[in-house]
């Protein structure tokens, strides 16, 4: 099966710094890159995703970059805020397609 | 995207008992998950709840620990048995949406077993 890994698995930043978190994923079939955000006594929230068909996609401030020759997937936080804050996942779904590996998770601290 | 309402979303139990969770999509879907989040950690999937069949477990899960009902295309319910503090953990629904590839959670269950 699918097996993501999750770099580092903490990580600390000035305000307005930028943040970059890596994944590594081992099945190549793989096609669908999502990342999660999970705040203290919540779900995770999809915050960004990609597909293997795009090498990168930004959304604001975060923007996620794929290496499918290398299996591996990072995610960029620009101008941090204290409210990203958070655990951050990464996930790729298994050869079947219809279920998810979760990396180890990153805990995000953004310090004033 | 799909709105997941998970129920309860916190509860302390005696060891020993069950509990169960619900989990109800205000749209069909296709496919629904169960995970466990333990402390700290990650999430890992439970199962897949299967649509008038029976759920699909993943390795180290079984049946007669974690029964799993799905009824129709909109509803869940996840049942930890035989509670032990080692279930202490969050649990989270979750769905894959029709259109897309993108997968929705629930605000999760809170799960103290004392």
């Known amino acids: 099966g699918e097996n993501v890994e999750q770099h580092p698995s903490t990580l600390s930043v000035q305000e307005g710094d930028s943040a970059v978190i890596k994944c590594t994923y081992s099945d190549s079939a793989s096609n669908y890159f999502p990342w999660y955000k999970q705040e203290l006594g919540k779900g995770p929230q999809l915050i960004i995703d990609i597909r293997s068909n795009v090498g990168e996609k930004k959304d604001q401030r975060i923007a996620v970059t794929l290496n499918k020759t290398a299996k591996h997937f990072s995610l960029h936080i620009t101008e941090t805020q204290p409210e990203d804050s958070a655990v951050y996942f990464c996930?790729?779904?298994?050869?079947?397609?219809?279920?998810?590996?979760f990396g180890g998770g990153t805990r995000v601290l953004v310090k004033p | 995207s799909a709105v997941i309402s998970q129920k309860p979303s916190r509860d302390i139990c005696q060891r020993g008992t069950s509990l169960t969770i619900q989990c109800q999509v205000d749209?069909?879907?296709?496919?629904m998950f169960w995970y466990r989040q333990q402390p700290g950690q990650s999430l890992t999937l439970i199962a897949t709840a299967n649509q008038g069949s029976e759920a699909t477990y993943e390795s180290g899960f079984v049946i007669d620990k974690f029964p799993i009902s799905r009824p129709n295309l909109t509803f869940s319910t996840l049942t930890v048995s035989n509670l032990s503090p080692e279930d202490s953990s969050i649990y989270l629904c979750?769905?894959?949406?029709?259109?897309?590839?993108?997968?929705?959670f629930g605000s999760g269950t809170r799960l103290t077993v004392v």
């Open positions: 996930a790729a779904p298994t050869a079947a397609g219809n279920k998810l590996t």
């Open positions: 979750s769905v894959a949406e029709i259109m897309g590839y993108g997968y929705t």
């Open positions: 749209s069909q879907v296709t496919m």
